[in-house]
């Protein structure tokens, strides 16, 4: 106990302050309850349906958790890309947490196939227009963690950059440009048009203050890595790009397509093309796979 309090001592005076004062704090403080700690009450008043229908607040619910596991997976990212001279260990720690977060992602992803009523979602789905999922600022902030900008510029995209293209440029031509902006006439969809105006100058400069210190660059600096580390890498490309994306697909296809019809999604893109990995061929480590690989990316 007086080693402890002799600490505490220490502490405080290392601060400047009296530590009797901060001591005494404690003879009236609250012990700490799990409901303060964890915010119980405010995390489950977030859920505010705009229809009726009972199965929207699952819809809201589920997005909510997906948007807390892409911030673990974010704050992995953040402590890769502020670390300094990483070692291989630290970074097979961090790759297998987000593998992990990202097999959460994948195999839950069920519940909004199979658990919503069909029909309730298609109606309440048309109250929610314009939002998409696409508006989904984390889903971007972890791109721009995990690699250089040039892997998020698809083919077509690469055509029209010009030499040495700066970040600004880059995010002219990233892919998910292609959900909602017509680059013939330079319209874009109003989902678009919001999310950009909201997000595109944070994601600049979080893409700015991470060139050079991606996931992907801190692989490389450490010039020959092993090949656990290679298939970690690959491993959580291949899940995060491909098979979650796959499931998400799937859910779409469930409530869109139907009796030879396609509906319009609640963000306006050409979504079967859009969402289908083969298409974007989106890899945050396109190094690490072969020709045939590449090809055959999302079957
Ligand atoms: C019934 C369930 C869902 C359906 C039918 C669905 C459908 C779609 C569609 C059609 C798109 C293409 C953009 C558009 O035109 O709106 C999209 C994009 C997207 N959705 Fe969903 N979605 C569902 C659930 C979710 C959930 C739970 C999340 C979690 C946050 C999510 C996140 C995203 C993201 C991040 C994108 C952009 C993907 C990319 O740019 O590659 N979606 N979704």
Same mark, same amino acid.
């Given at each position: 106990?007086?080693?402890?309090?002799?600490?505490?001592?220490?502490?405080?005076?290392?601060?400047?302050?009296?530590?009797?004062?901060?001591?005494?704090?404690?003879?009236?403080?609250?012990?700490?309850?799990?409901?303060?700690?964890?915010?119980?009450?405010?995390?489950?008043?977030?859920?505010?349906?705009?229809?009726?229908?009972?199965?929207?607040?699952?819809?809201?619910?589920?997005?909510?958790?997906?948007?807390?596991?892409?911030?673990?997976?974010?704050?992995? #990212? /953040?402590?890769? &890309?502020? @670390?300094? %001279?990483?070692?291989?260990?630290? =970074?097979?720690?961090? !790759?297998?947490?987000?593998? $992990?977060?990202?097999?959460?992602?994948?195999?839950?992803?069920?519940?909004?196939?199979?658990?919503?009523?069909?029909?309730?979602?298609?109606?309440?789905?048309?109250?929610?227009?314009?939002?998409?999922?696409?508006?989904?600022?984390?889903?971007?902030?972890?791109?721009?963690?995990?690699?250089?900008?040039?892997?998020?510029?698809?083919?077509?995209?690469?055509?029209?950059?010009?030499?040495?293209?700066?970040?600004?440029?880059?995010?002219?031509?990233?892919?998910?440009?292609?959900?909602?902006?017509?680059?013939?006439?330079?319209?874009?969809?109003?989902?678009?048009?919001?999310?950009?105006?909201?997000?595109?100058?944070?994601?600049?400069?979080?893409?700015?203050?991470?060139?050079?210190?991606? #996931? /992907?660059?801190? &692989?490389? @600096?450490? %010039?020959?890595?092993?090949?656990? =580390?290679?298939?970690? !890498?690959?491993?959580?490309? $291949?899940?995060?790009?491909?098979?979650?994306?796959?499931?998400?697909?799937?859910?779409?296809?469930?409530?869109?397509?139907?009796?030879?019809?396609?509906?319009?999604?609640?963000?306006?893109?050409?979504?079967?093309?859009?969402?289908?990995?083969?298409?974007?061929?989106?890899?945050?480590?396109?190094?690490?796979?072969?020709?045939?690989?590449?090809?055959?990316?999302?079957?």
């Amino acid at each position: 106990m007086s080693e402890a309090k002799d600490k505490l001592i220490e502490k405080y005076e290392a601060l400047g302050e009296n530590a009797n004062t901060y001591l005494e704090g404690l003879y009236h403080s609250r012990p700490i309850t799990y409901w303060d700690y964890i915010e119980v009450e405010t995390l489950l008043s977030l859920q505010r349906p705009r229809t009726d229908f009972k199965d929207e607040t699952i819809f809201i619910m589920y997005h909510q958790v997906t948007e807390l596991l892409l911030k673990m997976l974010r704050h992995e #990212l /953040e402590q890769v &890309v502020e @670390a300094e %001279g990483v070692t291989e260990e630290f =970074l097979l720690t961090k !790759l297998s947490r987000m593998a $992990r977060y990202t097999k959460m992602l994948i195999t839950s992803f069920d519940i909004m196939k199979d658990g919503m009523d069909h029909g309730d979602y298609n109606e309440f789905r048309k109250a929610l227009t314009p939002a998409s999922g696409f508006q989904s600022a984390q889903f971007r902030y972890i791109e721009i963690l995990c690699t250089r900008l040039e892997n998020l510029v698809n083919e077509p995209g690469r055509l029209r950059l010009g030499n040495d293209p700066g970040v600004e440029e880059y995010f002219e031509h990233i892919y998910w440009r292609d959900a909602g902006l017509d680059r013939e006439t330079g319209k874009k969809t109003l989902t678009m048009k919001l999310f950009e105006e909201k997000y595109l100058a944070s994601f600049i400069q979080l893409a700015k203050g991470a060139q050079g210190r991606t #996931l /992907e660059e801190k &692989v490389m @600096a450490l %010039g020959d890595p092993s090949p656990a =580390l290679i298939e970690s !890498l690959r491993e959580f490309d $291949r899940l995060y790009n491909v098979e979650w994306p796959q499931v998400h697909l799937r859910t779409a296809e469930h409530y869109l397509t139907g009796k030879g019809q396609v509906k319009a999604a609640t963000g306006g893109s050409q979504w079967k093309k859009y969402l289908h990995p083969k298409f974007q061929q989106r890899k945050f480590f396109p190094g690490l796979w072969s020709e045939e690989e590449r090809q055959q990316w999302g079957g």
